[in-house]
């Protein structure tokens, strides 16, 4: 609304504009009221008028899903008449307001009219230049007549503005209302287009898609389709090296970049217009981009999109849907979710088949022939478009060739890391049309090896007129996820679901020719074999060791029998990859390479000890990889048989290189202490004391495995290290002259004349002596420093056992109440702080003796009199073997200083 300040004059106050309020809102009215007379809104559930008329030819679920989806109509229209006959209550409470302030402009103007006639009737007498003044009248003054004039139009225009400002703010709260209650039916958010067509469809998918029947699928189908033509269109307008334009590639982007990895919809109908095969042209053809342009990046947003929306087209499924959610956005996923079920169960597609005849399918029956499309894509060819002038040769065509797989794996892993929500399908992974199955075989067929797929082809002019020369070369982009490898790309999809993957890794490769091997062994050893060690996984294993840690670690595991399965073969994987790697300074190249692997194998392998602890005293040769607890009726354990053993043990095995890494280690001798504990006081409560001889002994070995051989492979390490250095000495000792020593090695640390950055000479280290300053910069008694760990880890696994034994006995509580009391047995004078026994003759939790009551209660227990004969010949021999650890640890200590003492 226009509003008045002093106009000094003005004829007239502006004035409301002419507007049918009251028609408008008869009009919505009107227009409720036709919604509602409908047979849809008045009987849309019962199925009756019109509808109704149909019930003699529908029955059944027909019937009830006919009823449904005129039940969501009716809904709808209700919803919208409901509106409609909202709008019209607050356009006409605008409309009131709106006459009344008409009314009072009127009356404004009266009063700005009469106070201009006041004006002129006063003005008309104040005296003109000339004229005769008559001294018995009074005339007005000009001055005065202004300022009156001036007061009246500022009290009109005050009361003028505040019924505009009353006005106009209900205006603005009415407007507020209306586009808050239109918002609730039809979101902007949703409804927003690029063309009417666009915004048509967008309102359908606002108002009818949040269902589960055909009006809620119907509806995002044909949403879904003409967006999939739109993407198709954009993606296609490429330049003369076969790229997407960067404008139409940022379009891509902005509209269904985020969509085709959340809405299946539209997932599905982009994958049924744009293939495997046009996703692996795309990626090749844009992969010889320069990987820091901003093209290169939108490459990779578009790619991302389209593996996610593969994830979707073959059957992927959130993850995190909440149907009990508060959150509006996790309702509305739901809801879209339910309707892509109710489609997916009962609609069909129409593909073309090779004759150009259209073909009805049901959508699982579209998802198999999808994913043999993939498989044949897979293992196809795709040559980038040549592009030239890289400065090797002036005539120089470079094309890089690759498999499909190559770059098909790119967009799924980058779709994965996008939306880590998603898992690939069961159908995916273990269907019988299943791409992962086919894709181990394709990689075993390239023996894991992808760098050679990347060719140059040139002929070089006046050098080889009459051949074409093909060397090696290395890609001129770089990989998105830092490999080329397809299998360690599609990892990044696979966590996420524990059982489709026990059933993959429990399973067979497929590979024909006799050499066949379960799918896990071939991911964590087979691949870095056949590769000659020369495949790495740059995550250093952590999706690999994630996925089989979810398997292993399922509530249900020692349930299923595929458990132990995964983990023989996770075993047996490990320990090829590191004999195929080899070792330098003591540990496995395959190990240092994986460390992230090597320290999830703590995980997966720590709630397994109690099994790999009891066969290393009685492991035979089984071919199963399980048996059944004799006491857990439908639970498992894991068998290993003395081959394994040994491929666990030593200072090769895998249990000694995955103790290299702490965490690792640290997980694996909490789960022992746990287990052991457990077992100990089994055994003393039940008084069995051959299987309490058996824990001591099985638990012992375990834990020496542990500590004491990764320790020993540690003191490897340093004795190699020790070599290196003295050879290095003795170079340097013969050479003293040439050879600055600053050159050499690092000297931060030695001391103020020998500071880092001095370059040392023979002469400034006269007074010190050269070989002491050999062995300060290039020492060659670390071995000697390893033992002293070693001998310490021997001694702690002894110390362990003991005070285990002791805690275990405590706990077991089998303390034999007798005429003895505590008192005749240590002394009157012990006092209880410094007794095992408690005031009323109970025992202690051995945690909570002090060091006095902790001897009292050992000389006891190793006592003729300790618990009963059984249980002290148990801990006696028990003791015994502990100190022939500790004696042999003793020993080992004065054959490392060589002091004898």
Request: glycine residues 8%; hydrophobic residues 35%.
């Amino acid at each position: 609304m226009a509003y008045v300040s002093f106009t000094g004059g003005a004829d007239e106050l502006p004035s409301l504009d002419k507007a049918d309020i009251h028609g408008l809102a008869i009009a919505f009215k009107n227009l409720a009221g036709a919604i509602l007379e409908t047979d849809v809104a008045r009987d849309g559930s019962t199925v009756s008028g019109r509808i109704g008329s149909q019930s003699d030819v529908w029955s059944g679920r027909a019937k009830e899903a006919y009823a449904r989806e005129a039940s969501l109509i009716k809904s709808a229209a209700h919803k919208a008449a409901g509106i409609e006959q909202f709008i019209h209550e607050k356009l006409e409470n605008y409309n009131e307001a709106y006459s009344n302030t008409q009314n009072k402009i009127k009356k404004h103007q009266s009063d700005w009219d009469q106070a201009k006639s006041t004006y002129d009737n006063r003005m008309a007498l104040v005296p003109k230049p000339g004229q005769a003044i008559d001294k018995n009248i009074c005339y007005p003054k000009a001055e005065d007549v202004e300022n009156e004039l001036d007061s009246a139009q500022k009290r009109i225009a005050k009361a003028y503005n505040k019924d505009i400002r009353a006005l106009d703010a209900l205006a603005a709260a009415t407007a507020v209302e209306l586009k808050k209650k239109l918002e609730e039916f039809l979101p902007s958010s949703k409804t927003t287009g690029h063309n009417d067509a666009d915004v048509r469809r967008n309102v359908g998918v606002a108002m009818f898609g949040d269902g589960g029947g055909f009006i809620a699928t119907q509806t995002r189908v044909t949403d879904a389709n003409r967006d999939a033509d739109d993407a198709v269109k954009l993606l296609s307008d490429v330049d003369k090296n076969g790229n997407t334009r960067k404008e139409s590639l940022d379009e891509f982007n902005s509209r269904y970049a985020k969509r085709l990895g959340t809405d299946p919809f539209l997932a599905n109908a982009f994958a049924m217009k744009y293939g495997p095969g046009k996703i692996a042209s795309f990626a090749a053809n844009a992969d010889r981009l320069d990987p820091d342009s901003a093209q290169r990046q939108a490459v990779g947003k578009a790619l991302s999109a389209m593996g996610s929306g593969t994830m979707l087209a073959t059957g992927s499924i959130p993850r995190d849907l909440d149907a009990n959610s508060s959150d509006p956005h996790q309702r509305e996923r739901v809801a879209m979710w339910n309707a892509w079920r109710s489609y997916g169960s009962t609609m069909e597609v129409k593909v073309e088949g090779e004759n150009g005849k259209i073909i009805h399918k049901s959508l699982s029956e579209w998802q198999e022939g999808y994913l043999e499309q993939i498989k044949k894509i897979g293992r196809s060819s795709f040559d980038a478009k040549p592009f030239h002038n890289l400065g090797v040769y002036s005539s120089s065509t470079v094309k890089k060739e690759s498999r499909g797989y190559v770059f098909l794996a790119q967009a799924w892993g980058l779709g994965a890391c996008e939306h880590p929500e998603l898992t690939f399908s069961r159908e995916f992974v273990n269907g019988k049309h299943n791409v992962m199955h086919d894709l181990l075989k394709w990689d075993y067929e390239q023996k894991a090896q992808y760098s050679r797929n990347y060719l140059r082809d040139y002929k070089a002019s006046g050098m080889h007129d009459t051949n074409d020369t093909k060397v090696s070369f290395t890609s001129y982009g770089k990989p998105p996820l830092g490999t080329w490898d397809p299998v360690a790309n599609v990892l990044h999809g696979m966590d996420g679901d524990p059982q489709m993957n026990r059933t993959f890794l429990s399973s067979n490769v497929g590979i024909e020719g006799g050499n066949d091997q379960n799918v896990t062994k071939y991911l964590v050893g087979g691949r870095y074999k056949l590769s000659g060690g020369e495949i790495h996984y740059p995550d250093k294993g952590e999706h690999l060791g994630k996925i089989v840690y979810e398997v292993t670690s399922m509530p249900d595991a020692r349930r299923h029998k595929e458990n132990f399965t995964v983990l023989h073969e996770y075993i047996d994987g490990y320990k090829e990859a590191m004999d195929a790697g080899g070792f330098n300074r003591g540990q496995s190249r395959f190990g240092y390479s994986h460390s992230h692997l090597r320290r999830i194998s703590g995980a997966i392998l720590g709630p397994y000890m109690h099994d790999i602890a009891y066969q290393m005293q009685s492991s035979k040769a089984d071919l199963l990889h399980y048996s059944e607890y004799p006491d857990r009726p439908g639970e498992y354990m894991l068998r290993v048989s003395a081959y394994d053993i040994s491929r666990l043990k030593g200072l090769d095995g895998v249990l000694v290189d995955v103790s290299i890494d702490k965490q690792a280690s640290k997980t694996m001798i909490n789960h022992s202490m746990a287990q052991m504990h457990v077992d100990m006081v089994k055994n003393m409560r039940d008084r069995n004391y051959i299987g309490l001889k058996t824990t001591v002994a099985s638990w012992t070995d375990t834990l020496e495995t542990l500590t004491v051989a990764p320790q020993n492979a540690n003191e490897n390490m340093k004795k190699v290290l020790d070599q290196n250095n003295g050879y290095i000495q003795s170079l340097v000792s013969k050479g003293v002259s040439i050879v600055p020593f600053g050159n050499l090695v690092s000297i931060t640390g030695l001391p103020d004349w020998r500071k880092a950055g001095t370059m040392l000479n023979i002469n400034a280290g006269k007074d010190w002596g050269l070989p002491k300053i050999l062995e300060t910069m290039l020492p060659t008694s670390n071995a000697a420093t390893a033992h002293y760990k070693v001998v310490d880890a021997h001694n702690g696994v002894a110390l362990t056992m003991k005070s285990q034994f002791l805690a275990a006995a405590s706990e077991a509580n089998t303390w034999p109440s007798g005429a003895e009391t505590p008192q005749q047995r240590w002394g009157a004078g012990a006092g209880e702080d410094n007794s095992p026994l408690n005031a009323d003759g109970s025992l202690k939790p051995y945690v909570k003796m002090n060091s006095v009551a902790k001897s009292q209660y050992e000389d006891w227990m190793g006592s003729d009199q300790g618990l009963t004969s059984g249980q002290g010949k148990a801990f006696g021999e028990a003791s015994k073997k502990i100190d022939d650890l500790l004696r042999t640890a003793e020993q080992s200590r004065k054959d490392a200083t060589r002091d004898g003492h």
